[in-house]
């Protein structure tokens, strides 16, 4: 019913940026908090920001002053803007989002987390 698509990875060199983007479809209703999580190769998956429906905003502390998350409500769509990226950003990132959504076949509105397919980010000279 619902589908995050996220978008923008790719290889970097340290202190350039990318921007990610994380797009969502289906029947939507709202979108409330949503978020970005990295997985680097042998590392367990971390939250590296997060935006409330209400725009309340939180990162981790290694991503402070560098990445900002942004959101869409018209568009269902969340961004991650990168910049002054350093060797150990690298990693698969992906996108979270906690939906309300319709159904084609049943009345109501129903919620679910969902995640995305993640989009590789590879920072190196």
């Known amino acids: 019913q619902v589908q995050l698509v996220e978008s923008g990875g790719g290889l970097v060199q340290p202190g350039g940026s990318l921007r990610l983007s994380c797009a969502a479809s289906g029947r939507i209703d709202r979108i409330h908090d949503a978020g970005w999580y990295r997985q680097a190769p042998g590392k367990q998956r971390e939250l590296v920001a997060l935006i409330t429906s209400s725009g309340n905003i939180n990162y981790a502390d290694s991503v402070k002053g560098r990445f900002t998350i942004s959101r869409d409500n018209a568009e269902n769509t969340v961004y991650l803007q990168m910049n002054s990226l350093k060797l150990e950003d690298t990693g698969l990132y992906y996108c979270?989002?906690?939906?309300?959504?319709?159904?084609?076949?049943?009345?109501?509105?129903?919620?679910?987390?969902?995640w995305g397919q993640g989009t590789q980010v590879t920072v190196s000279s």
């Open positions: 979270n989002a906690d939906v309300t959504y319709t159904s084609a076949y049943s009345i109501g509105r129903f919620r679910g987390s969902y």
